[in-house]
C-alpha cells in the first residue's frame, strides 16, 4: 500500500508525456493566439508612439525652414524688383531731366542766335527803313556798313587801327531828302536820281580836267558798263569816263582825263586806286563817291563783301595815298 503511494507521488512531480493526459488543441490554439496577439500589440503600440513623435518633431522643424528659406526667397525677389524699379525710375527720371535740359540749352542758343543777328543788323545799318534803300542810309547807318566791311578786310587790326582806317562822319554824305523809290532789282532808278540831285546843285560850276563830280565805284568791269549805260542820259557839266580795266590802259586813261571834262566816272576800287595814286583824277570839295553796295554778284557779294573788290577798296581807294588824296580834297563817300 504504502509503495503504491509512492510511486504516484513520484509520477505527479515530473513531466511524463505518458501520463495518460491530452491537452485540448482548441485551448492550446487559442492561449497561443492570444499570447501572440498580446505581444504584437505591445510591440506596435511601442513601435507607433516613439517613431510618431519624432517624425512629427522632424517634420516641424523642416516645416518651418522651408518657410523661412521660402521667406527669405520672397524678400530677396522682392528686393531685386524693388532695385530694379528703382533703377528704371531713375533712368526715367534722369531721361525727363535730360530732355529739359536740352530743350532749355535749345531756347537759350536760339534767343543769342536772335539776339547776334539783331545785333549784327544794326552794326550792318540794315535798319534803315521801308525800303532798305542804300541812298537813304543816315550817317550813322552808313558808318556801320563801312565798318562791318573794315572789320573783314583786317581781321587782325585793333581799335585804335580800325578808327584810323574808318571813313569820318563829317566825310559821309547824308541821305537823300526824296523819298526812296520803290523800284525792281537791277534797275538804275535809285542811282540816276541821286547823281541828278548831287549835279543839279553843281550846274554853276563847270569841272576842271580830269575832276568828275560823281565817282561810282563798282564790283566788276562788267557792271560798270552796265552803270555806265544806266546813267548816260543823266545831264551834267561834263562826259561819263569809264575807269576800268577792260576799256582802256592805265596810261590811255591818265591822258584821257588830262584833257577831258567829266560829269561822272565810273570804274572798278582796283584801277580808280591807281588813277587816284598818280594824281590823274583831281578832288574838290564838290566831289561825291557813291558805293554800289545794292549789286549782288551770283554768290550774293557785294563790293562791301567780295573779298578781292573789298580788300581793293579799302588798300587802294580808301588807304594809302588815295585816301590822302580823297579826304584832303574834301570828297564825301554815300551809297546807292
Request: charged share 40%; net charge negative; hydrophobic share 35%.
Amino acid at each position: 500500500m504504502v509503495q503504491t503511494t509512492e510511486h504516484m507521488t513520484s509520477k505527479t512531480g515530473g513531466d511524463d508525456l505518458d501520463d495518460g493526459l491530452e491537452l485540448d488543441p482548441d485551448l492550446l490554439a487559442d492561449s497561443d493566439v492570444e499570447a501572440e496577439g498580446s505581444g504584437s500589440e505591445a510591440e506596435d503600440e511601442e513601435t507607433e508612439i516613439v517613431p510618431d513623435d519624432e517624425d512629427q518633431f522632424e517634420s516641424a522643424e523642416n516645416g518651418d525652414d522651408d518657410e523661412e528659406e521660402e521667406a527669405k526667397v520672397k524678400t530677396a525677389k522682392s528686393e531685386v524688383a524693388k532695385g530694379k524699379k528703382r533703377k528704371v525710375d531713375d533712368v526715367e527720371l534722369a531721361d525727363d531731366d535730360d530732355e529739359e535740359a536740352k530743350k532749355a540749352e535749345k531756347k537759350r542758343r536760339k534767343k543769342e542766335k536772335e539776339k547776334e543777328r539783331k545785333a549784327k543788323k544794326r552794326q550792318n545799318g540794315a535798319e534803315t527803313g521801308p525800303n532798305d534803300a542804300p541812298t537813304h542810309f543816315t550817317i550813322p547807318e552808313l558808318s556801320a556798313t563801312l565798318l562791318k566791311s573794315i572789320r573783314e578786310s583786317f581781321p587782325s587790326a585793333s581799335a585804335v587801327e580800325l578808327d584810323d582806317k574808318m571813313i569820318p562822319e563829317s566825310s559821309l554824305l547824308p541821305p537823300a531828302e526824296y523819298a526812296a523809290p520803290k523800284v525792281e532789282e537791277g534797275s538804275f532808278e535809285p542811282l540816276q536820281k541821286r547823281i541828278e540831285t548831287i549835279v543839279k546843285r553843281l550846274k554853276s560850276k563847270k569841272p576842271a580836267n580830269g575832276s568828275p563830280q560823281v565817282i561810282v565805284l563798282a564790283l566788276s568791269g562788267l557792271r560798270c558798263a552796265d552803270v555806265v549805260r544806266g546813267v548816260r542820259d543823266v545831264k551834267g557839266n561834263g562826259e561819263v569816263a569809264k575807269l576800268f580795266a577792260k576799256h582802256f590802259k592805265l596810261a590811255d586813261q591818265i591822258k584821257y582825263l588830262e584833257k577831258t571834262k567829266v560829269s561822272i566816272a565810273v570804274g572798278t576800287p582796283a584801277r580808280v586806286g591807281k588813277l587816284l595814286a598818280e594824281g590823274a583824277i583831281k578832288i574838290t570839295s564838290n566831289t561825291v563817291v557813291l558805293l554800289d553796295v545794292s549789286h549782288k554778284d551770283s554768290k550774293t557779294r557785294t563790293i562791301l563783301t567780295l573779298p578781292e573788290v573789298r580788300d581793293e577798296l579799302w588798300k587802294s581807294v580808301l588807304g594809302g595815298k588815295a585816301r590822302e588824296v580823297l579826304f584832303e580834297g574834301g570828297a564825301r563817300i554815300g551809297a546807292f
